[in-house]
Nanobody, 126 residues
Framework: QVQLVESGGGLVQAGGSLRLSCVASGRTFGSSAMGWFRQAPGKERNFVAAISLGGGDITYADSVKGRFTISRDGAKNTVYLQMNSLKPEDTATYYC???????????????????WGQGTQVTVSS
């Protein structure tokens, strides 16, 4: 099992940027694809972005393509989500997730992620 701790959320005006970080403890990070999901109040948790173990396969939700960038740093056991051109509809709690040890490929399905962080709030004002 891996512990995931997100940071970097906050309040930003529309058009602004934030960078979320997710630090993973344990050995799973070194053998697992990683993802970001988000959940707005009263709504389902939705896929945002995912990155494979090697970083060569990256997938984004259509709503964030061209604005968000996911990356990972193996030396720091950290996955990032750079968010630019933020919109009010990006307001949500953002969760980092790990697919699990030896699951190296990305997935868009929350059910295929074994470990989750506690979430970090992102609020975009208009």
């Amino acid at each position: 099992q891996v512990q995931l701790v997100e940071s970097g959320g906050g309040l930003v005006q529309a058009g602004g940027s934030l960078r979320l970080s997710c630090v993973a403890s344990g050995r799973t990070f070194g053998s697992s694809a990683m993802g970001w999901f988000r959940q707005a109040p009263g709504k389902e948790r939705n896929f945002v972005a995912a990155i494979s173990l090697g970083g060569g396969d990256i997938t984004y939700a259509d709503s964030v393509k061209g604005r968000f960038t996911i990356s990972r740093d193996g030396a720091k056991n950290t996955v990032y989500l750079q968010m630019n051109s933020l919109k009010p509809e990006d307001t949500a709690t953002y969760y980092c997730a790990a697919r699990g040890r030896y699951f190296s490929r990305t997935s868009l399905e929350a059910a295929e992620y074994a470990d989750w962080g506690q979430g970090t709030q992102v609020t975009v004002s208009s």
